[in-house]
């Protein structure tokens, strides 16, 4: 029963982490397909710069909602069982960044053709699981997050530092007895998948050609004439 149930939360994590909340709000908000502007991706960054702050914003906070919802489904479903409420947390950042929505079938260097899913890079539901497991999370990592994306100006590095510091907190809490150690390793793999996902921005920003956003955007742009 208990695996029944572990399959049944990972597959409606999936799939609700799946829902392209960027591509709908972009969508009904200008008529553009996002997946046609800047990186591609579904998330709130892409998002903010396919409709402007506004759309940017309420696709975050989508997003950050389907993961949490994830884990307070996983929790309605079975109690005291936070490895599997963990799985239903990483299902929803794997369902954001492989939706089974924005299947596409392209072809690779030999012309044979594949099937490619699309999505975002798992930040936001990365923060709505880690809310669901530990509420007053949110008033650590979304400050700590906007300050790395308006000082540090890399969209790709304040989604890594969410799963980072996510890990950091969960540890110490399982470390101190406040949290099952699941949560610890859901932040981790969190991470992974991250990281994987900004594999292109990582090249680029080795390359030192990442786009830059806030303070040292702004810094670094030309004067007006």
């Known amino acids: 029963m208990t695996v029944f149930i572990a399959?049944?939360?990972c597959a409606?994590?999936?799939?609700?982490?799946?829902?392209?909340?960027?591509l709908l709000v972009v969508r009904l908000a200008t008529g553009q397909d996002v997946?046609?502007?800047g990186s591609?991706?579904?998330?709130g960054t892409n998002a903010m710069r396919a409709g402007g702050l506004g759309v940017g914003l309420l696709t975050t906070v989508l997003d950050i909602f389907k993961g949490a919802l994830a884990v307070w489904l996983a929790r309605s479903l079975v109690i005291a069982q936070p490895w599997i409420e963990a799985?239903?947390?990483l299902a929803s950042v794997?369902?954001?960044?492989?939706?089974?929505?924005?299947?596409?079938?392209?072809?690779?260097a030999t012309g044979r053709r594949r099937l490619q899913?699309?999505?975002?890079?798992?930040?936001?539901?990365t923060v709505g699981a880690a809310v669901?497991?530990?509420?007053?999370?949110?008033?650590i990592i979304v400050p700590f997050a906007a300050a790395v994306f308006y000082f540090v100006g890399y969209a790709s590095v304040t989604t890594m530092s969410v799963g980072a510091l996510a890990f950091v907190i969960f540890t110490l809490r399982a470390v101190l007895g406040f949290a099952p150690w699941a949560q610890a390793v859901f932040a981790l793999a969190a991470e992974a998948a991250l990281i994987w996902a900004l594999r292109p921005n990582l090249q680029r920003l080795a390359k030192g050609t990442e786009r830059l956003h806030g303070w040292r955007a702004r810094r670094s742009a030309p004067p007006e004439a």
């Open 35 to 37: 997946r046609q502007v």
């Open 40 to 43: 591609g991706r579904t998330g």
């Open 117 to 125: 899913f699309r999505g975002g890079a798992g930040g936001a539901p």
């Open 7 to 9: 399959i049944l939360t």
């Open 132 to 139: 669901a497991f530990w509420a007053p999370s949110t008033l």
């Open 87 to 89: 799985l239903a947390g």
């Open 94 to 108: 794997l369902g954001h960044n492989y939706s089974l929505f924005l299947v596409e079938r392209v072809a690779n």
């Open 12 to 22: 409606l994590g999936y799939l609700l982490g799946s829902i392209p909340f960027g």
